[in-house]
Structures are given as C-alpha cells and as structure tokens.
C-alpha cells in the first residue's frame, strides 16, 4: 500500500503581517488529484485564528503540486475555513472577485536572504557595511552575489513542481533577489505565489539561511522589497486605445478612499519603503506613467508599442503583502473604471 505525504500549507492570523504555516497528512493510495485531498482541521488558537474555547479552523484544498523535494509528496495550498464552512476573516482568497479568471497576474517577488545569527543580509559583514548598490542587481560572481546556490535550488523546485516561475534575478541590494510568478487567474497567481514562498522558505532553511519578507529590512540607502504587479484583463489586453488606459489607470486614484484601500492591503511598513527614492512613488501621491519606474503605475512601453494593448504594472505593493487581497483590490477597482 503506497503512502503520500500532503502538506497542508495555509496563513495564519499574524497581523499585520501574515505567516505560512503547514502540517503533513499521510494518505494512502493517493490518486495526485485535488478533489481526492480530504478536508482538514488545526488548532487556531494556535495561529491567532481562533479562541481556546472554541479553536477548530477548517482547511480546504484549492490547489495541489507534486513536492519534488520530499519522496512520494504534495504541496497542497488551503483555504482557511470557520468550523462552519464559511470563509475565515484571514481568507483573502476568498475576497476575490473574478469568477472568469479574466484577469492574469505576474507578481515580481522581491526578498532578501537572511542570515539569521548575524540578523544581517547575506553578504553584510558584521561590523560596517558592503561597499555601495550598484553591482549586485543582476550581478555574478562571489563579490557581489549571495546566496546563489539556495535560489538555484528553489527555482529548480518550482519548475519541477509545475509552477509557471517565469524568471529570477539578483535585485539591486546585497542579498536581495527576485523571481516572477505569472498565471491566468488571481486565485491561481496568488497561489502560485504563496507556494512559491514556501518553497524558498524551506529550501533557504536547509542552509541555515532565512527569507526576510519585510519592505524595509535595511535602512537607509538600500532598496526596499516590493512585489509589482502586473496585471490584465481583456479589456487591457486588447483596448487598441491610450485613453482606455487613462481612464483605468485614473480609476486608482480617483480619490483619497481608493488609494488608502489599495495601500491597505500592499503590505504593512510600506511608508518606509514608498519614499519617492529608489523607483518608487511616494506613498501620499499617486501617479500613473508610461515607462516610469518612479510612479504608481507603470504603463509599460511594450503596451505602448503594442499598440495599447498589454497590461499594467502597479509598484506599491510590497514583498510582504498578500497576494490575493492585491488581487482583489486591483480587479474591484479596474471594475470601477466607467470604461
Ligand atoms: P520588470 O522588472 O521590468 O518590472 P519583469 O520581467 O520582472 O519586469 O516582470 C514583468 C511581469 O509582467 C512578468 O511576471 C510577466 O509575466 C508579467 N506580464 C506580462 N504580460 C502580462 C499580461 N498581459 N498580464 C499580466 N501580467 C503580464
Ligand atoms: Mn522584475
Ligand atoms: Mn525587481
Ligand atoms: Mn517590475
């Protein structure tokens, strides 16, 4: 009889920010098919999900990958549940509203590797500072690029696993990387992301290294960590039309309420990293520009060349946002737009 390991993954209820959190189900004769993944249950007072008294939380399963890393294993992505079936107040998933999956997402996912006895990112010495930004982003060689085994093996993990990681690449700080994510359908990117941060979690862990999610791990003259999002749906795809554009793009700041709505779920401490330095907007304005990595939306130049067809990049959102509630306000407010 053939044994498989499932790992349930799911977030729990850490604010702001939220954490991953996973358990392993044994099940026999397991057919690698999502409807045959049994619902599960946790302790959510555990997870700051649920109180003592009354502490079942219930997983759904919404998505599964093979686990290339583990014999005979899954990675199974959750929804966390109340004991009485209806979504959890810490369900972003949930929130979403596409039921087409009209809208495609390719989330660029920023973070630093960290050492965790030093605090310190990868390729910081203890005592002072490595030299200045300007050779690490896309950099080779032991001077400038940190960490390189760890991400080779992630990025091996999630294309063997069936992830649709359509590139990585060292980020502009000490230690800081990227890898992009992109799929048709929110709840897909979002899961894909999510699983995709696991999987670094757990490879980078095998090394004694750490991921710092955080927007802002080091201050002063360092980049920050987002998670751009680009996005689409058909209208953006196939507009043929600059002013289509405007009028979706200016739906993002059509007044003070949408922008905090959007800053609200981009991640927590983004002030510290929105400064209008280092290819970011300030966090109090809003801006939508073709080309421009200083705004709030980028129009990218490809969509331009296409003729207004292509997509949309909004740069608020951080590497510690989650990205389904990213998701679910990007297509709540392109809805909006009186296209
Ligand atoms: P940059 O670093 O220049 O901002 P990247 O190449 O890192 O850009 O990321 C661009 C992202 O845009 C990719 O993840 C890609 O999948 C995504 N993308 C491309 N076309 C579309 C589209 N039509 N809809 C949504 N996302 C898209
Ligand atoms: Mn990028
Ligand atoms: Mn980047
Ligand atoms: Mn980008």
């Not at 919404?62 to 966390?80: G, H, L, N, S, W």
């Not at 890898?179 to 899961?191: E, S, V």
């Amino acid at each position: 009889m053939a044994k498989s390991k499932l790992e349930y993954i799911w977030l729990d209820g850490t604010a702001p920010t939220q954490g991953l959190r996973s358990k392993t189900k044994i099940v026999k004769d397991f057919s690698g098919k999502l409807e045959d993944c049994p619902m599960w249950s946790f302790d959510g007072s555990s997870t700051q999900q649920a109180e003592g008294g009354s502490s079942d939380c219930l997983l759904k399963p919404v998505c599964i990958y093979p686990d290339p890393d583990r014999k005979d294993a899954y990675v199974v992505m959750t929804e966390v549940l109340n004991a009485d079936g209806t979504p959890h107040p810490t369900n972003g998933r949930a929130t979403i509203q596409d039921d087409d999956n009209d809208f495609w997402f390719g989330f660029e996912q920023e973070y630093f590797l960290w050492d965790p006895e030093t605090d310190l990112p990868l390729g910081f010495p203890v005592n002072g500072f490595p030299a200045p930004q300007g050779p690490y982003y896309c950099s080779v060689g032991a001077k400038n690029a940190y960490g390189r085994e760890i991400i080779e093996e992630h990025m091996d993990i999630c294309l063997e696993a069936g992830l649709n990681l359509e590139g990585i690449n060292a980020e502009v700080a000490a230690g800081q990387w990227e890898f992009q994510i992109f799929a048709k359908g929110a709840k897909d990117a979002g899961d894909q992301i999510w699983i995709g941060r696991y999987l670094l979690e757990r490879t980078a862990e095998k090394y004694g290294v750490a991921v710092n999610w955080h927007c802002k791990p080091v201050p002063g003259d360092w980049n920050g960590s987002g998670m751009h999002a680009n996005f689409s749906n058909t209208i953006l795809r196939t507009a043929g039309s600059k002013e289509t554009y405007d009028i979706i793009c200016s739906a993002f700041g059509a007044s003070p309420e949408v922008i905090k709505e959007c800053i609200d779920v981009y991640g927590a401490d983004n002030h510290l990293r929105l400064t209008g330095l280092h290819e970011t907007q300030a966090i109090d304005k809003f801006s939508y520009g073709i080309s421009d990595r200083g705004a709030s939306i980028r129009i990218p130049i490809v969509t331009v060349d296409a003729g207004w067809n292509g997509y949309l990049e909004d740069r608020r959102p951080n590497s510690a946002a989650d990205p389904y509630k990213v998701a679910a306000v990007i297509i709540k407010t392109v809805k909006s737009a009186k296209v």
